[in-house]
């Protein structure tokens, strides 16, 4: 299950209706390689694909690529605003450890706990 909130379908909501988005249009989740800690979260509007799961709130679609959610179940979706940052956040349990920017994270692997690598702290996200 992934978790979305209020202000996340709210403010999802506010941007489909002020690009004028065309019916079953959503915020498109996924998970790609890359980032400093392994895997990249992407979000992107579009429309769904064969085999992507779909969670419909109040009629605001947010659409989680088939190939990523194994690594954003458990997840919530937000919206932050903040003096330096505003956009859509992933807030993932799963992750081993995340980038200090987070957009980048390493999933975790049963039964190993990660080292800390100060390449991760955040001071060499781009």
């Not at 959503?26 to 890359?34: A, K």
Request: proline share 4%; aromatic share 8%; net charge negative.
């Amino acid at each position: 299950m992934i978790t979305i909130t209020d202000i996340a379908v709210r403010e999802l909501a506010a941007l489909l209706k002020s690009k004028d988005a065309p019916e079953g249009t959503g915020l498109r989740l996924g998970v790609e390689r890359g980032g400093c800690a392994g895997l990249a979260y992407t979000m992107k509007i579009g429309e769904s694909e064969e085999g992507d799961k779909i969670i419909d709130l109040e009629g605001t679609k947010f659409i989680v690529a088939a190939d990523s959610f194994d690594f954003l179940e458990g997840c919530t979706v937000d919206f932050t605003e903040a003096l330096s940052d505003r956009g859509f956040k992933i807030f993932n349990p799963n992750a081993a450890r995340s980038c200090g920017c987070g957009t980048s994270f390493e999933p975790s692997e049963e039964g190993k706990k990660p080292e800390y690598d100060p390449a991760l702290d955040g001071t060499q996200c781009k």
